[in-house]
């Protein structure tokens, strides 16, 4: 498989697959195909696995797209302002990525969900209590809100992040969530009562524009009656 990714901010990649070669999506990701390719929609793993998929931000019905000749060309577009990020993966290391990233992959790569054990996590993480687990091998795309800063962390050093702005995460990043210190932060800073730390070793990628806060700044903006 060849892609390219194409446009600003609302951008699409465009891939071309070679006779019987296939890349899949969830449903209704695809925007436009030539006509040699064959639909086959399933919930890839069964019934309960499609729920848990779900339950990470993705639908529970997945399509697979196969090329009957060579040089088909499919493209799949991002969903909201930002970047679409492509991730190799080897089948030696997973990735952790926020819900909602998947947009499409090669078939070699597994999507699961992602759940953090930590209790305190579970009820206050938001974004990071419910995560998407991409491993395998082959080619994944992610959906970025805004652009991307990569960090490369070393072995005990931390970051604290809003987790709204942790887009993935490589799946040896410890990530957890602690308590703002000081009632005024708490209520006055605008933070909010958590916030994320990432432990390395490993890479963590972090993006500039969440959709939430986003649509928060919009909702903010229209004039209330």
Known sequence: ?????????LPVVSCTLEKN????????GMCWMDDC?????STRGGAMKG????????????????????????????????RIMPVKLDGSKSIIAQKTAFLASEEGVELNIHFRKKLGTGFFGGEGFILQRLSGQGVAFLEIDGDLVER??????????????????????KFDIDTVKGMK????SGEGFFVATLEGPG???????????????????????
């Open 51 to 82: 729920l848990m998929r779900a339950f990470s931000g993705e639908s529970i019905f997945m399509t697979a797209y196969t090329c009957t000749k060579d040089g088909g060309n499919i493209a799949f577009g991002s969903s909201f302002p930002g």
């Open 185 to 188: 932060n708490k209520l006055f």
């Open 152 to 173: 490369d962390l070393a072995a005990g050093e931390k970051i604290k992040v809003d987790q709204g702005y942790v887009a993935f995460f490589e799946e040896t990043v």
């Open 203 to 225: 890479k963590v990628w972090l993006q500039t524009m969440p959709f939430s806060v986003l649509a928060d700044r919009i909702i903010a903006l229209v004039p209330k009656k």
């Open 37 to 41: 390719f064959e639909m086959e929609t």
């Open 21 to 28: 070669e296939s890349i899949v999506t969830e449903s209704g």
């Open 1 to 9: 498989m060849k892609y390219e990714i194409k446009g600003g901010q």
